[in-house]
């Protein structure tokens, strides 16, 4: 079966798991949209997780809208979700996600009284993929476009998946 195959949720979750960094964007308290990168932990119980501090500004913004996006990008895939957050403190979940790199932010470790984990419910998501033969398809259709003049069929450039969460 080849990547075009797989159900979609399954393609979003591998290419997900290729990235460590994802932004955040939230709803500031005057309505205005804030990002900000985020060290990604991974999904859990079907939600994405971050760490954060309980004391970021995020925190007010979210107990205000909880409605965020989640972007992820390389150089040849691209991941966009939409859904809301919600923060956890549990010690087990920690546990289980910690990274030691988080110390930088986290001077005690596991047991930093600032340390949540920041979860995100997916309810939509988007992903374009170029990466593979995908790619070489992709600049096949970009130099033919530039060479003719022509902008490239509709779908020819990437894999644009919505997957309904």
Request: glycine share 6%.
């Amino acid at each position: 079966m080849n990547d075009d195959e797989k159900d979609p949720r399954a393609r979003l979750s591998e290419l997900m798991a290729k990235f460590s960094t994802a932004m955040l964007v939230t709803h500031t308290t005057d309505g205005q949209l804030r990002a900000r990168p985020l060290t990604f932990a991974g999904e859990h119980d079907g939600l994405l997780c971050f760490s954060t501090s309980a004391e970021s500004p995020k925190v007010t913004e979210l107990r205000d809208d909880a409605r965020v996006a989640v972007t992820m990008q390389d150089n040849t895939r691209y991941v966009s979700i939409s859904g809301t957050a919600e923060l956890s403190d549990d010690p087990a979940l920690i546990e289980q996600l910690w990274r030691e790199p988080w110390r930088v932010w986290f001077p005690e470790g596991k047991s930093d009284p600032a340390l949540r984990i920041l979860r995100v419910k997916p309810v939509l998501a988007e992903y374009w993929d170029q990466s593979g033969a995908r790619g070489i398809k992709y600049l096949i259709e970009m130099v033919k476009a530039y060479a003719t003049g022509t902008t490239p069929a509709s779908g020819a450039s990437s894999t644009d998946v919505k997957v309904p969460l």
